[in-house]
């Protein structure tokens, strides 16, 4: 055996890189989560489904009944682990059209995630709670 030549090895370290680019990126499909709550529609994502224990960004979009986008409400998202006695909250910032904010889902297990909604010049506070299951 003589090894590999020069240019299988170009190839090989290509298909990889592309391996890494595209298959990692579609293996990793993201968490879409999505209820109506008091006439909004609150849906957020995570990076991973299932979502991996550590930080995980959360996108956070609401909707009006009209299905107008709603970019000035007061978004906060509790998560924990109610069988710890785990929870923590975040303000989520209101950035290119969507409320963000990076939650540390600090292990693996059953955990949930409810995002409240105060509107501008409102008091209500809607709350969307969702459960998930970290690995
Ligand atoms: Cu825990």
């Not at 990889?16 to 709550?37: H, I, N, T, Y």
């Not at 509790?78 to 989520?92: I, L, R």
């Amino acid at each position: 055996m003589n090894g590999i030549s020069a240019r299988q090895f170009v190839i090989f370290a290509a298909a990889l890189f592309m391996l890494a680019l595209f298959g990692g990126s579609a293996l990793a499909a993201e968490l879409a989560l999505e209820k109506k709550v008091d006439g909004i529609t609150i849906s957020a994502t995570l990076d991973h489904d299932p979502p991996a224990a550590g930080k995980n960004n959360a996108v956070v979009k609401l909707t009006d009944s009209a299905g107008k986008p709603l970019g000035d409400a007061k978004v906060i998202v509790e998560y924990g682990m109610e069988a710890h006695g785990m929870s923590s909250k975040v303000a989520a910032k209101f950035t290119d059209g969507a409320y963000k904010a990076l939650l540390d889902l600090s292990m693996g297990g059953d955990w949930y995630i409810e995002v409240k909604v105060q509107q501008t010049g409102g008091k209500k506070v809607s709350k969307a709670r969702f459960d998930v299951k970290v690995k």
